[in-house]
């Protein structure tokens, strides 16, 4: 049910400051993010803004009614670094056919990854190849405004033609110039001036256009897909106020390195192609994150993906539950750079044990006081989830006090995306690499038990330390009833 006050506090790094978050239509909160480049499997780097724009999604959809909040995240599948990687991996297919296996396998891929992260599904999450005809309407619209013009087989958007281009990264342009170090490429009349199309050879993709056969530059994809999703196939429904805000939206978000050039262009292109005087009302970025102290990148040999942390040991010598991730990523405010540890992996671990501990098998239970404390005190204040975690972890020690809390602990855990497993899904993630089934640890634990009615305490032992070696830690404790020993067993990390 949508609540209807809230004090929603957002950065905003248009004007570079917090500000209370006013939707153009409360009944229609309009989100778009930037989504994965499909050419390779996305590294933890990338997981970054999904999930923290995963948590602002449940966040609106909390304060608003999920039926009230529309996000878009899409998918780039054209790019050059596809058509590269096409090449490469199948060079005896016929070129469309090698690009589709490309973005087929890395999509499916991206989707597996951040659905074990605990990411919702966007609303609509458009592919760049099935939004060409709108870049081209786009773009012919830029062209008759005098906002772009064709240079050798290529239509570039003209930076000068636009009086505030730079507002969001505050460059101005006569800066950029002087400080240009590179010479302005012949055809461009500014060196700002960006690729709307370009044309494409034989063995290019291209797609027919009034500009010759050729493809689109990747910013406008982001300008007129949000168009086409957040606007087009909203706006009759939208309230007059928002109306009167033609094309805008509410939301833009993406990682830091975004701001410039592409949400720059993606702002200079949605504004001049609509008259608008603003694309999107709020621009929310994500910091950095970096991998034991450094810049994640190949040589270095930090660079992890995803899914070898979900499913190798690559990474701190084990395989890592998609929820540990997550709460790992969330520990640190968005804003802040993040570095991504095997010790920050096994705190984010702990803590997810001592919730599971606490409120495994309750069942979600609704709770006011405790849903808002977490939600107005911490969510609110600009996404603060190091904030809410801490406070998550004060109310599991009410739980401790209190068994009967459990599902409302569970309940408000649930709407940051944790404790969404039952317990049991939960230990079996977490013994993914434990090879032994239950029934097999049973067996062993047995077996002890006979070499030690037998008085064979070497056997006993040995049996305990094999157990150990793969991960199950054994517990004997005494039944005060019957005064035997019983053995319980836990996956030890
Ligand atoms: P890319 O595939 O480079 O276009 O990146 C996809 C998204 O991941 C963008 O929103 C980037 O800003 C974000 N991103 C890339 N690398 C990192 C990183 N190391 N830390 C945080 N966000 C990143
Ligand atoms: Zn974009």
């Known amino acids: 049910m949508a609540r209807t006050t809230q004090n929603l506090q957002l950065y905003n790094t248009l004007t570079r400051e917090k500000a209370r978050f006013k939707p153009l239509d409360p009944a229609h909160i309009r989100l778009y993010v930037c989504g994965p480049t499909v050419y390779d499997f996305a590294h933890i ?98 062209i008759a405004k005098g906002h772009a013009y ?22 101005n342009l006569d800066e ?45 994809e982001c300008s007129a897909m949000s168009n086409r999703y957040l606007w087009d196939a909203v706006a009759d429904q939208l309230s007059d106020d928002a109306k009167a ?27 001049c192609a609509h008259d608008a005087g603003a694309m999107a009302r709020v621009w929310m970025h994500n910091g950095f994150l970096q991998v034991e102290g450094e810049k994640m990148s190949k040589s270095l040999g930090n660079f992890i993906t995803i899914n070898e942390l979900l499913a190798t040991d690559k990474f701190g010598g084990r395989k890592w539950p998609g929820e540990v991730l997550r709460l790992a990523m969330l520990m640190t405010h968005y804003r802040e750079p993040i570095d991504f540890s095997v010790r920050k992996l096994e ?46 972890s004060t109310l599991a020690d009410a739980v401790r006090d209190q068994p009967e809390a459990a599902g409302r602990f569970k309940q408000v855990a649930n709407l940051l995306g944790f404790l969404t497993q039952t317990k049991s899904e939960w230990d079996a993630a977490k013994r993914a690499d434990v090879t032994l089934s239950d029934d097999e640890i049973l067996a062993q634990i047995a077996a002890r038990h006979a070499a030690r009615q037998a008085k064979d305490w070497a056997e006993g032992d040995r049996i305990r330390d094999e157990l150990l070696k793969m991960g199950i830690q054994l517990k004997d404790a005494k039944n005060p009833e019957t005064g035997e020993i019983e053995t319980t067993w836990e996956v030890k990390r």
């Open 45 to 142: 780097g990338n997981a970054r803004p999904v999930i923290v724009f995963d948590v602002l999604y449940r966040l609106l959809s909390h304060l608003f009614g999920r039926e009230h909040v529309t996000y878009v995240r899409n998918i780039t599948d054209v790019d050059d670094k596809i058509n590269a990687r096409a090449l490469r991996d199948f060079p005896d297919l016929p070129l469309n056919a090698a690009i589709a296996k490309v973005t087929k396998t890395t999509a499916d891929q991206f989707h597996a990854d951040v659905a074990a992260l605990g990411c919702l599904e966007p609303t609509h999450e458009p592919r760049a190849t099935d939004n060409i005809q709108q870049m081209q309407d786009m773009i012919a619209a830029l």
């Open 347 to 392: 705190e984010a671990s702990n803590i997810l044990e001592r919730w599971y501990q606490l409120a495994g098998k309750a069942l979600p239970e609704r709770d006011a006081d405790w849903e808002n404390e977490i939600v107005d005190q911490a969510l609110s204040n600009d996404l603060n989830t190091p904030d809410a975690i801490r406070r998550l």
């Open 245 to 271: 805000h033609a094309h805008e939206f509410d939301i833009h978000g993406g990682g830091l390195d975004l701001i410039f050039p592409h949400h720059e262009n993606e702002i200079a292109q949605s504004r």
């Open 150 to 171: 064709e240079a050798e087989g290529e239509v570039l958007f003209d930076t000068a033609s636009m009086a505030d281009y730079g507002a969001l990264s505050k460059r």
């Open 176 to 220: 950029q110039q002087a400080g240009a170090r590179i010479e302005v490429e012949a055809h461009k009349r500014n060196a700002a001036d960006f690729v709307l199309w370009k044309g494409s050879s034989e063995t290019e993709p291209g797609w027919e256009s009034p500009w010759g056969r050729g493809r689109p530059g990747w910013h406008i």
